[in-house]
């Protein structure tokens, strides 16, 4: 499938969100991109309660291209574009769709070009839950605070705190869909360098929070604690 429009970048970044920065192709497929294009049928949903209220909060940019990679292909030639940023979007889907994105990826970078990708880090959850278990066996409650309830079990409260709303999707109806995205997998260095190298990138290396040559990365990097990959093609 080739693309429509086809942008003549150096630099895209992919699932954006509310984190995007000048002179990159920003893409995200979230309604609250298109809201930003269209403010006063946001103003309209909102008062309506179709739309959250955090719609009004959430400052996303009116230059976001409006793209659903699982749809489309990204609007770039083959072999064209230096450097791709995305944060938090692949744990938002299941492996085969994340294969899917990171072969997408390496079809428009150039050889040499870098892929950076953050995403929760699945060797700092477990590590986490396992401080969190022994705080709460060491009667150090002051973890637990919103787990009093005797029928929830603490790997519940666990997954509440962290916001791992993993799978909670599915009871969601379409409106909210839209606006959430459930973390569905998790990866730690190992896993995603495997997933790398499923989709033809050569070297993969481990980067740190704002640690990269990557232009920008100190306004794009919002999420310490993260897992950051980085793969060249
Ligand atoms: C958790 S947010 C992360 C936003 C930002 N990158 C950050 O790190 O704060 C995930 C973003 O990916 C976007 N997204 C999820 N699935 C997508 C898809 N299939 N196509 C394009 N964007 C998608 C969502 O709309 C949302 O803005």
């Not at 080739?2 to 150096?10: A, M």
């Not at 880090?121 to 060491?138: C, G, H, P, S, T």
């Not at 109806?173 to 997998?185: C, D, G, L, R, T």
């Not at 997933?195 to 033809?200: F, K, P, T, Y």
Request: proline letters at 4%; hydrophobic letters at 40%; a neutral charge.
């Amino acid at each position: 499938m080739s693309p429509k429009q086809s942008f003549d970048v150096s630099k895209i970044n992919i699932g954006c969100g509310s984190v995007a920065a000048d002179g990159w192709l920003n893409i995200d497929k979230s309604p609250n991109a298109w809201l930003a294009k269209h403010r006063t049928i946001r103003s309209l949903l909102i008062a309506l309660k179709v739309a959250p209220k955090s719609t009004q909060e959430a400052q996303y940019r009116s230059d976001i291209e409006l793209l659903d990679i699982h749809k489309k292909p990204l609007p770039v030639a083959d072999g064209s574009v230096e450097w791709i940023y995305t944060s938090h979007l692949i744990g938002s889907m299941n492996r085969a769709q994340a294969l899917k994105l990171m072969k997408e990826c390496s079809r428009v970078l150039r050889p040499g070009g870098r892929l950076r990708i953050v995403t929760p880090d699945l060797e700092k959850v477990a590590q986490d839950w396992l401080n969190k278990i022994q705080a709460y066996f060491q009667q150090d409650r002051a973890y637990f605070t919103d787990c009093t309830d005797q029928n929830v079990a603490i790997g519940d409260c666990f997954v509440e705190s962290m916001n791992l709303k993993l799978f909670t999707g599915t009871s969601m109806n379409k409106i909210q869909k839209a606006f959430h995205y459930p973390v569905q997998y998790i990866y730690d260095f190992d896993s995603l360098e495997l997933l790398l190298h499923q989709a033809g990138f050569g070297r993969v290396e481990k980067s740190d929070y704002r640690q990269s040559a990557m232009p920008d990365v100190e306004q794009l990097d919002v999420r310490p604690g993260s897992l950051y990959v980085e793969a060249i093609k």
